[in-house]
């Protein structure tokens, strides 16, 4: 079942193939966690809004398009960015109700005039590093960089997915990453890594680079 499309499996479950229901949420669970967590932060609320999501696919699952049917790819982006959206929506509800947002960015003000000397820190500390510092950008950067670098997505997924124009996806991936990469440097230039953080010209730190810390 692994192997079938996500439209195959769609019309699967509303025929009352439960495994397949299992399968969707098998294939989709890893990469709406992501989106979630990186609007929401760590704690338990970003799960529950997954949990929501899928209640949401099981209550209401989406119709595939008459011209998507029967392409593999153009089924998979349809209700992946069905996913991404109702996951965003979610989350921007609880951002809304609870106030996490604000709370958030004070909190990281206090993290940031207590966190000392950023070279010290270890080796082994690094891709934590690489997490925290992306946890303290903007919402908005720190979302569609984790669409890019960890789900791979397109730019042209990521706009619809956000409702952003493509450009504005693109200045927010190259505003976070050169945010990051200045965050990041003293990090990677004390372990004397190649490529890494921001080279003398002020190049924003290599996708890759961040892409293989994070995963």
Known sequence: MTNQSDGHLLRAFRSGDRGAFTALVTRHESALLRHARALLGEGSAYEDVVQEVFLKLAQVPPEVPPECNGDVELERLHLTAWLHKVTRNACMDVMRSEARRKKREHDVANDDAQAGDFG???????????????????????????????????????????????????????????????????????????????????????LDVVQGELS
């Open 120 to 206: 010290a820190v270890e080796l082994g500390d690094t891709r934590a590093a690489v997490r925290r510092e992306l946890a303290k950008l903007p919402v908005d950067q720190r979302e569609v960089l984790v669409l890019r670098l960890l789900d791979e997505r397109s730019y042209k997924e990521i706009a619809e997915i956000t409702g952003k124009k493509i450009g504005t996806v693109g200045w927010l991936i190259s505003v976070g990453l050169k945010e990051l990469g200045t965050r990041l440097e003293p990090l990677m230039s004390g372990e004397k890594r190649p490529g890494a953080g921001l080279d003398r010209a002020g190049s924003p730190m290599r």
